[in-house]
Structure formats: structure tokens, C-alpha cells
């Protein structure tokens, strides 16, 4: 089965060996230089808030001594095996969105949360379920260590939540958004594996199985009216940077996208 009839039936595939250990090691390399810049800005809030990720890692503020860094950067996210497989999942016109990463909270106690990211967008719920299955948000995950991470409930991105699955994601009737729901699937990924799903489908994360987690998603999708306001214009390089990225597709329909924005 092809991963783009995988995808298209289950919103979701998982792509075993991927990436080669040489290759993991480039995205380790200017990842952890990131995360410890951004982990000394906001340790307190870390700790205080149980942060579990961050986002706009290509942000310039990361790459002040060194913007050749934050080029490679982007090479990296456009790599060319990475492009070939969504394009061939989703078409023309895929466009960079931006990037996160997912770690443990300071709280190991911490309760994982059922959510479709959109739910958090403040667009009305019976559009949401009118647009659902027409918007194509993609999360590239590329362990940086191995992990059971995430959780998804498979077709959800075609469908509606059941009743239960609604209470709990919105912790109604009773409910909380940690508790477990039926048809679940818990994905095991190794260092070098490549996970893809739908941003809309019902998934949560998973902390308590994993001593350590480093989880770096790149964001890409097609175009929905809908989505523009969340559009992080500090994620993208500008069009100086554009020229000198020799696969710069995703990151030209954006710029093609949105005109007017400046980076």
C-alpha cells in the first residue's frame, strides 16, 4: 500500500529507517543548539507551566552568530526525500507552515490531552465540521530519540468525533481529555523513523513511556482560507534565503500564498 493510500484511509503513516543515522544526526546537531537557546529564555516557564513544546525553531532569533546555520536549517526541513513524499501524498501547492518541538514536561505527572489542532484556531465548530477532510495540515515527526510518543484514533480525520470522543476532547459531561478512548493507536517510533499524520485528526501525545523525548515536526499543508491567520511569519526565510535553498518549492508557494507578508 502506498503511503499516500495510507494516509488518505488512516490520516496517518509511518515510514520505518527513513532517515540514515548520518542524516538524524544533522537535525540533532542544529536542533539541540535551538532548543538550549530557548530553554534558557523560557526555563521558568518551562517548569511553571509544563511546557511540552516549542515552536519556530527557525526563528532569527536562534541564529544570531551564524545565519548560514538557519540556511542549512531550512535545507534541511526541504530535504529532497522529505518533499518527494508529501508532494506524492498531497500534490501541488504543499507550502511550509512551520516547525515544533515535543519534549517531556517538567511535571511528570503531567496527563496527555485528546485535541484536533484546529480546535484551538476560535473558528466556529460547525465549520470546522463542514471544512474537515478539505483541510490538509500535515505533521512531519522525525524522532530525534526513539519514543511511543503519540497516540491517534485512525479515519478521524474524515469524521466527525463520536459523542464520547467530543466529551472527552472537550471535557464535557464529566469527562477529562486524558482519559482513553476507544480505536486508539499508540505509535512506536525509532531514531530515523518518519511519522505522518493529519493535524485535525484526534491524537495526544504520550510522556509517561518515554524517559526522554525530542520530537522535531515540520508543519506543511495545502492552502484553506481559514488557516491564514495562523501563519508564523518568523518561521520563514526570507527571499534572499529562498534563492540559495536548492529545493525551495514549499517555501516559494508560501511567499506565493501570501504576497504582502513580509518576513
Known amino acids: 500500500m502506498s503511503s499516500k493510500h495510507q494516509y488518505e484511509e488512516n490520516g496517518f503513516v509511518v515510514l520505518k529507517s527513513f532517515f540514515s543515522e548520518d542524516e538524524i544526526g544533522e537535525y540533532s546537531c542544529v536542533i539541540n543548539k535551538v532548543f538550549q537557546q530557548w530553554m534558557s529564555i523560557h526555563e521558568k516557564s518551562y517548569i511553571e507551566n509544563d511546557l511540552i513544546n516549542m ?18 536549517f531550512f535545507e534541511l526541513i526541504a530535504h529532497k526525500k522529505l518533499v518527494s513524499t508529501v508532494n506524492s501524498i498531497l500534490g501541488k501547492g504543499v507550502y511550509f507552515h512551520d516547525t515544533q518541538l515535543f519534549f517531556n514536561p517538567y511535571n511528570k505527572h503531567k496527563s496527555p490531552y485528546w485535541h484536533r489542532d484546529f480546535q484551538y484556531s476560535g ?30 484514533i485512525p479515519k478521524t480525520h474524515l469524521r466527525w468525533d463520536t459523542s464520547l470522543e467530543r466529551n472527552v476532547r472537550l471535557e464535557l459531561e464529566g469527562h477529562k481529555n486524558s482519559e482513553n478512548l476507544p480505536g486508539s493507536e499508540l505509535i512506536s ?61 514549499w517555501y516559494a508557494n508560501t511567499k506565493q500564498l501570501f504576497p504582502d507578508k513580509k518576513v
Not at 465548530?125 to 519514543?147: A, T
Not at 515536526?217 to 540559495?244: F, M, R, T, W
Request: negative net charge; hydrophobic residues 40%; aromatic residues 6%.
Open 55 to 72: 515552536s519556530c525553531l527557525t526563528d532569527p532569533l536562534y541564529f544570531k552568530t551564524s545565519t548560514n546555520d538557519r540556511l542549512k
Open 123 to 152: 473558528i466556529e465548530e460547525e465549520v470546522l465540521i463542514q471544512e474537515l477532510g478539505k483541510l490538509k495540515c500535515l505533521h512531519l515527526r522525525i524522532p530525534l530519540v526513539s519514543e511511543k510518543g503519540v497516540e491517534l
Open 189 to 249: 517510533l525509532d531514531r530515523g523513523d518518519l511519522l505522518i499524520f493529519d493535524a485535525e485528526m484526534l491524537h495526544k501525545g504520550n510522556y509517561s513511556l518515554n524517559k526522554t523525548r525530542m520530537a522535531f515536526d515540520i508543519c506543511v499543508g495545502l492552502h484553506h482560507s481559514i488557516l491564514e491567520p495562523g501563519l508564523n511569519y518568523l518561521a520563514q526565510p526570507s527571499l534572499e534565503e529562498i534563492e540559495k535553498i536548492p529545493i525551495k518549492e
